[in-house]
């Protein structure tokens, strides 16, 4: 069964600085990783997913299969960036499976 | 077009009674998921259901939640004897085929079991 691993419920950080939120997962097949961010009353939005190795809102996010690990990562982190960011796994048969968030504030 | 939506938005219930939770999904979409949210838990799969296909019913914590799928396309997620430890904000998701297309999320329900 896959297992999404988010080790950080809540990061901190001053605005410009960078921030990484960390993500770890395990599965026996050929994951597919997300990140979904939810900002204040607002619904649950896709924020990237690593095959399209796109970067959004400044944020990148990189496969690493043998550390097992797609950290999310921003060089400089903004105000508008404070948010809960959830990390996901879609297995082969299609079943997503979401970490317990990690809580990102951006300090003034 | 309107995106997912959801009903009731809140929810206050007394323990041991059943609630049903409303999801219309966006139009045309055969993919529907349902999520709970819980406080400190993040977001755990209950449910999965793709187009006529039988339904992935693997992340349901007992058999008192169950949910249906009408004609392909509105959901109830029913929870029989609801119990304190049930209260959270129960998400559903849909997306065009399910797979590789992206989920698109509703609003939430939050459910309150006193």
């Known amino acids: 069964a896959q297992r999404v691993t988010q080790p950080e419920k809540l990061l901190s950080v001053f605005k410009g600085a960078p921030v990484e939120l960390k993500c770890n997962y395990s599965y026996s097949g050929s994951p597919e990783l997300f990140w979904y961010v939810q900002y204040s009353r607002q619904r649950l939005q896709l924020l990237l997913r690593h095959i399209s190795r796109e970067s959004i809102k400044g944020f990148t996010a990189d496969l690493n299969k043998g550390e097992t690990s797609f950290h999310l990562k921003k060089p400089f982190a903004q105000e508008e960036d404070s948010a809960m960011y959830y990390c996901?796994?879609?297995?082969?048969?299609?079943?997503?499976?979401f970490g317990a968030g990690t809580r990102l504030t951006v300090k003034p | 077009g309107a995106g997912v939506s959801q009903s009731p938005s809140n929810k206050v219930t007394e323990k041991g009674k059943d609630v049903e939770l409303r999801c219309d999904p966006i139009?045309?979409?055969?993919?529907l998921y349902w999520y709970r949210q819980s406080l400190g838990q993040g977001l755990e799969f209950l449910i999965y259901?793709?187009?006529?296909?039988?339904?992935?019913k693997s992340g349901l914590p007992s058999d008192r939640f169950s949910a249906e799928r009408t004609g392909g396309s509105v959901s109830t997620l029913t929870i029989q004897r609801t119990q304190q430890e049930d209260s959270a904000v129960y998400l559903c998701?849909?997306?065009?085929?399910?797979?590789?297309?992206?989920?698109?999320f509703g609003p939430g329900t939050r459910l309150l079991v006193l």
């Open positions: 996901a796994l879609r297995s082969n048969n299609n079943d997503m499976r």
């Open positions: 998701a849909s997306s065009l085929r399910g797979g590789k297309e992206t989920q698109y």
């Open positions: 139009s045309g979409h055969t993919a």
């Open positions: 259901f793709q187009g006529n296909s039988a339904p992935d």
